[in-house]
């Protein structure tokens, strides 16, 4: 007769647990019981166990348990979220960035590899820090694309909140730029082909992603051939004419002239097609179109439109693109669709690859050079605080600025009764509330409803084994 050993957490205690032997013709109260027993609790009717999707466990369900499946006991309490965390096993950490830590995990049910973002409500300072998580989460539920990166699921664990993702094993696009140097018109294609598909599906959504970059776009394989986009941070929402939310953040190095002049930086599709002008560029010559000694420099260069002439090994198809993404006006750049036409007609149609251009050579980057050309290059522009922007740089190309937020003892002593706070315990309420097996929320703003909409549970979908217990 077969015994199979399962283990039960404390309902919200990861920390708490113990081992039952499930045997033939168990019953939900002799688990009670046994786990009540090791748990040194005194068992009472309101006890429930529940599974790891927070369904409550009956006798029926018993012969079909999974034995890789935690258990949760429950003194009466509804199923905790943060419980969620015991059917993933670490591995190792990939990352540490300013909100937290991204870190692969296994999956103990599927086996499937996932990235865990784990945000702490301490580096959540600010309303812009709350809003970037609250709008993240809501796109990356909504958004369901092949190539845009995959959330799983979401949940609070103590003072921090928990973001399973799906893993993309092949690293960033940048990092392979770098190594890599310029690549071949054939690969830029590939990958071209993948990203618009996914922008142009995000902007048929009214959604402006507003930070394209070779950082944010990772491969999800080793092989290198499949793309997803990621963090969605700083997205920004537009209406049926097109303009939407202002805001000065993003990356300096792919932001849009209109951004830097302040003459328009309202969330709009010109905005990621500057971007995406900016990636091509990266990927066809190893370095990235606009270039200085100083931020001052890149940013007139920005404005003014002189980016560094391309390579004659470039040829005319990719030429024209670039030619017409670089546009100072907006209304004058290319829009997705005929980009996207273009790229098809282009790809499996007839083109003209002859190199002939007026255009200056600019001398052939090696791969080490393009490693530290990209890498060099990496200059943030992000709106602190309102109607201030702050400009930071790092590397040998472009000097240095850095500037702290400071925070008096006033100001931490008041930290919880701040509106920050409270929109960050409001963000963790609607993270833990639970009603069955979906969320309650109560909306009490625009916002809060457009999460009512889009925040209900994520779930991995359980493949039961039977244990055959007969």
């Known amino acids: 007769m077969d015994r199979t050993e399962i283990t039960v957490f404390l309902n919200g205690h990861l920390t708490q647990s113990c081992k039952i032997r499930i045997r ?23 006890f ?7 369904g409550e466990i009956s006798d029926e369900d018993l012969d079909m348990l999974n034995p890789d499946e935690p258990l949760f006991l429950s003194r009466g309490e509804a199923f905790l979220r943060q419980s969620s965390m015991a059917i993933y096993e670490e591995l190792k950490k990939l990352g540490q960035g300013g909100f937290g830590s991204v870190s692969l995990y296994k999956n103990k049910l599927t086996k499937e590899e996932v ?24 796109l990356l539920r909504s958004l369901k694309h092949q190539n845009i990166v995959k959330l799983i699921d979401a949940f609070p664990l103590d003072d921090k909140l928990c973001f399973v993702m799906e893993y993309c094993s092949g690293g960033e696009l940048q990092k392979y730029v770098e190594e890599k140097g310029k690549l071949d018109e054939e690969e830029v294609f590939s990958l071209a082909v993948q990203i618009i598909g996914a922008v142009r599906y995000c902007h048929n959504n009214k959604v402006i992603h507003r930070d394209l970059k070779l950082e944010n776009v990772l491969f999800s394989n080793r092989n290198k051939n499949v793309i997803k986009i990621v963090d969605f941070g700083i997205a920004g929402m537009c209406s049926a004419s ?15 002239p209109e951004v830097i002049s302040r003459t328009d930086n309202r969330a709009s599709p010109a905005l990621d097609i ?13 370095s990235l179109p606009f270039q200085g000694n100083t931020v001052a420099q890149i940013v007139q260069n920005i404005v003014n439109v002189n980016y ?46 002859s190199i002939s251009s007026n255009e200056e050579e600019i001398p052939v980057i090696k791969k080490e050079e393009s490693k530290k050309s990209i890498a060099n290059q990496r200059i943030i522009i992000r709106d ?9 740089g790092n590397g040998n190309r472009c000097s240095q600025i850095k500037k702290r937020t400071l925070i008096d003892s006033e100001k931490i002593s008041s930290r919880n009764k701040s509106p920050e706070r409270q929109k960050i315990l409001q963000l963790k309420e609607v993270l833990s509330a639970r009603k069955s097996r979906g969320f309650t929320v109560i909306a009490k703003s625009s916002s809060d409803a457009i999460l009512k909409k889009n925040l209900y549970p994520l779930r991995i979908e359980k493949k039961k084994t039977c244990l055959n217990l007969k």
């Open 24 to 46: 033939p013709h168990m019953s939900v109260k002799d688990i009670l019981s046994e786990s009540s027993e090791k748990f040194n609790l005194h068992l009472k009717r309101s």
């Open 48 to 54: 429930k166990i529940f599974d790891s999707t927070g």
């Open 115 to 138: 990235a865990i973002k784990v945000v702490s409500y301490k580096t959540l300072v600010s309303h812009e820090d709350v809003s970037r998580v609250y709008t993240e989460m809501m």
């Open 274 to 286: 500057w971007s995406l002008g900016c990636i091509f560029y990266a990927l066809l010559t190893g």
């Open 242 to 256: 097109g303009k939407g939310q202002k805001s000065d953040s993003g990356s300096l190095m792919y932001t849009a």
């Open 308 to 353: 560094a002439p391309l390579p004659a090994s470039v040829s005319n198809y990719w030429r024209h693109l670039i030619t017409n993404i670089f546009q100072k006006n907006p209304e004058k750049r290319w829009s997705m669709l005929k980009i996207s036409n273009y790229i098809d007609k282009c790809r499996y149609g007839s083109r003209d690859l």
């Open 384 to 392: 602190e605080l309102p109607g201030r922007t702050i400009l930071t």
